[in-house]
T-cell receptor
Framework: GAVVSQHPSWVICKSGTSVKIECRSL??????MFWYRQFPKQSLMLMAT?????????EQGVEKDKFLINHASLTLSTLTVTSAHPEDSSFYIC???????????FGSGTQLSVL | KNEVEQSPQNLTAQEGEFITINCSYS?????LHWLQQHPGGGIVSLFM???GKKKHGRLIATINIQEKHSSLHITASHPRDSAVYIC????????????FGKGTKLTVNP
């Protein structure tokens, strides 16, 4: 089946540094990728939608200058958490939508801890 | 009030029991997804429904559009079914954006 690879799976960084998370669709072309955040015991929350070759669409309350999304190809989207702070510590997960309507494939997630 | 409500929040069962997880939503949707999230965080898509019923192995998902309600059933539950099951709705408009329930943590004991 289709696979979405997400790296890294776990990262610890110091406050003020930037962290890049990659999401790759390995065997299909993803026209759209979604980035979600999940705090402990909370629902997944959509942060932004990225479409290949165009600017990402951010959900209300998500700072686009802090969470930089790049979707430069049909197989790769990146989320960069800039100037990370402890409150950015969370589980980040991506999903990719292929050309087949309705099939969503999720990455394995990234647990970010900012000290 | 959340747009997507799941019940129960936690569920413990003995191996072999029949499991039902419920999902109610209050918005117009184009589809409803059932997802499985394992302890490490990875998420697997189980079903996408827009009407009726779907079955895959021991898993059955149903949806009633009029009542805005869906159920996920697991027959002959097994400890490996232990996970968080998440209901997510795709809002009308075809954007494929999902709104998630908080999930149901299922533990199946041997």
């Amino acid at each position: 089946g289709a696979v979405v690879s997400q790296h890294p799976s776990w990262v610890i960084c110091k406050s003020g540094t930037s962290v890049k998370i990659e999401c790759r669709s390995l065997d299909f072309q993803a026209t759209t990728m979604f980035w979600y955040r999940q705090f402990p015991k909370q629902s997944l929350m959509l942060m932004a939608t990225s479409n290949e070759g165009s600017k990402a669409t951010y959900e209300q309350g998500v700072e686009k200058d802090k969470f930089l999304i790049n979707h430069a190809s049909l197989t790769l989207s990146t989320l960069t958490v800039t100037s990370a702070h402890p409150e950015d510590s969370s589980f980040y997960i991506c999903s990719a939508a292929g050309f087949t309507r309705g099939k969503l494939f999720f990455g394995s997630g990234t647990q970010l801890s900012v000290l | 009030k959340n747009e997507v409500e799941q019940s129960p929040q936690n569920l413990t069962a003995q191996e072999g029991e029949f499991i039902t997880i419920n999902c109610s939503y209050s918005v117009g949707i184009s589809a409803l997804h059932w997802l499985q999230q394992h302890p490490g965080g990875g998420i697997v898509s189980l079903f996408m429904l827009s009407s009726g019923k779907k079955k895959h192995g021991r898993l059955i998902a149903t949806i009633n559009i009029q009542e805005k309600h869906s159920s996920l059933h697991i027959t002959a539950s097994h400890p490996r079914d232990s996970a968080v099951y998440i209901c997510a709705v795709e809002l009308q408009g075809g954007s494929e954006k999902l709104v998630f329930g908080k999930g149901t943590k299922l533990t199946v004991n041997p």
